[in-house]
């Protein structure tokens, strides 16, 4: 079974951290990067190529 690969991007390392951890419990999902802003995080989205991005709508500098 391949897993679902997964980026989040989102500005407080608590709200990252948890959904981390949520999502690498699952057996069939795995975060492949994190970034803390939207400049990082096109650039961590390019380079890991994931299934799907989770975004906070809401980031410093650009919104999500």
């Not at 690498?24 to 961590?44: F, I, K, P, Q, Y």
């Amino acid at each position: 079974m391949t897993k679902k690969r997964i980026f989040i991007v989102d500005d407080h390392p608590i709200m990252r951290q948890g959904l981390a951890q949520l999502i690498n419990h699952e057996s069939d999902m795995e975060v492949v990067g994190e970034a803390s802003d939207a400049r990082s995080g096109l650039t961590g989205v390019l380079e890991a190529k994931p299934d799907l991005v989770v975004v906070d709508i809401s980031l410093p500098g650009k919104n999500g």
